[in-house]
């Protein structure tokens, strides 16, 4: 079992920045591909990005060029550095590890989230 734990949401302005972070207890953290959902109210989860064990990220075309997904194996912690912020990025972000296949993503553990609010 994985257990993850996500922090960093809160308030922003338009075209500020926040910092995501989800640190992990439990399994082997460096073999895990991890990735970040979000869910807005009344839309669906959406995969924002993913990174695999060896570094290879993938991101959403709507978060593109503002947001950037890394991860530090030793502290065991994922993070999300999310610039340019919009307000239709508005939502509970959560934190997931899981494995790829066939190039896509598969979550299989996930945090308990963390809301993330843009506006002026």
């Known amino acids: 079992q994985v257990q993850l734990v996500e922090s960093g949401g809160g308030l922003a302005q338009p075209g500020g920045s926040l910092r995501l972070s989800c640190a992990a207890a439990g399994g082997i953290f460096n073999i895990f591909a991890m990735g970040w959902y979000r869910q807005a109210p009344g839309k669906q989860r959406e995969l924002v990005a993913a990174i695999s064990s060896g570094g290879t990220t993938n991101y959403s075309d709507s978060v593109k060029g503002r947001f950037t997904i890394s991860r530090d194996n030793a502290k065991r912690t994922l993070y999300l550095q999310m610039n340019s912020l919009k307000p239709e990025d508005t939502a509970v972000y959560y934190c997931?590890?899981?494995?790829?296949?066939?190039?896509?993503?598969?979550?299989?553990?996930w945090g308990q989230g963390t809301q993330v609010t843009v506006s002026s």
């Open positions: 997931n590890a899981g494995t790829y296949g066939g190039g896509t993503y598969y979550p299989t553990f």
